[in-house]
């Protein structure tokens, strides 16, 4: 029960810390102070004390588009074990509706974008189901890989599988896949260098354009969801890369979110050192993205 408990309480209140923490690592990178590591906590307390504005020309889709996508966000993280511990809910299979409940809310997402009637909303969406059609071939090879190494089709057995074969056989597809893992994280998220949440050039915006006649609540529940799915997400890559068991549930949490955070740093670390990519070398890293999955398998096969 304990071990539940903590798990609700990290999934609800520590997402909005990572992208504190990744624009303070860009601010230090760029020699300035930055904006406060809980700016983000601050923004949807305001947010959610606004009024909200709706246009006549859109419908309940519209509406329905935030809430759906933090909806999905919160149960797919009650499917993912934070550290050492089980996940809240945990079956057979449970990985294709992990994968498709991102997906259902990236659907809504962009249909609120084109509910809207606009033109520059809906070439955002395009982009944005584009490069997800790309991701999620790499994120169902990464966990073929997972379930190949459990022996499992459950994500808290594949994420908590202990490699009896040693890292010397598992080494070389875990590093593959650990990178594979990251493209998808960056891509799905929004982030540099596929795509720039800060931006507002006309012709790079993808996920930011779809979302900008959002306001008040609608828009703190958007924000809240994106950092909803970067943690989610970024749960799963570190369950391939770092996964420590300390035994108690306390520690587990407090080493978790130790690894979050040290991930939140790497973020910002890539977006610091790396300028974003053209639209036209976006595919490429994802279709590179597939690939590294796929040889981790075949590295599995041999």
């Known amino acids: 029960m304990t071990h539940t408990l903590l798990h609700i309480v990290l999934l609800l209140g ?56 933090i909806a999905t966000a919160l149960l797919a993280g009650l499917l993912v074990p934070f550290g050492g511990q089980p996940a809240p809910i945990s079956f057979a299979g449970d990985l294709i509706l992990f994968a498709y409940l991102f997906g259902l ?112 609540p609608a828009l703190g529940m958007i924000l809240y969801g994106a950092a909803l799915k970067l943690f989610v997400i970024g749960a799963v890559l570190l369950r391939v890369v770092a996964p420590v068991d300390a035994g108690n549930a306390w520690a587990d949490a407090g080493i978790f979110v130790a690894t979050m955070l040290a991930l939140a740093v790497a973020i910002g670390v890539v977006e610091s050192v790396m300028a974003r990519f053209r639209l036209v070398f976006a595919p490429t890293f994802l279709v590179a993205a597939c690939l590294l999955s796929a040889f981790s398998m075949i590295l599995l096969l041999r």
């Open 14 to 69: 520590v997402p909005p810390l990572l992208p504190g923490v990744i624009g303070k690592t860009k601010a230090w990178f760029a020699g300035r102070n930055g904006p406060p590591v809980f700016q983000l906590y601050y923004d949807l307390a305001k947010l959610l004390r606004k009024g909200s504005v709706f246009s006549t020309t859109t419908t309940w889709v519209f509406r329905a588009g935030p809430v759906v996508g």
């Open 105 to 216: 809310g990236r659907f809504f997402t962009a249909s609120a974008a084109l509910d809207t009637g606009s033109s520059f909303e809906g070439m955002g969406a395009a982009r944005e189901v584009t490069f997800a059609c790309l991701a999620e071939p790499a994120l169902f090879f990464g966990f073929l890989v997972l379930a190949k190494l459990s022996a499992s089709l459950s994500l808290t057995t594949m994420l908590h599988v202990r490699f009896p074969s040693g890292w010397g056989v598992t080494g070389a597809s875990l590093v593959l896949l650990a990178a594979s893992l990251f493209i998808v994280l960056l891509v799905e998220n929004s982030r540099i260098p596929f795509d720039d949440p800060n931006t507002h050039l006309e012709l790079t915006m993808i996920h930011e354009v779809m979302v900008l006649d959002h306001g008040g």
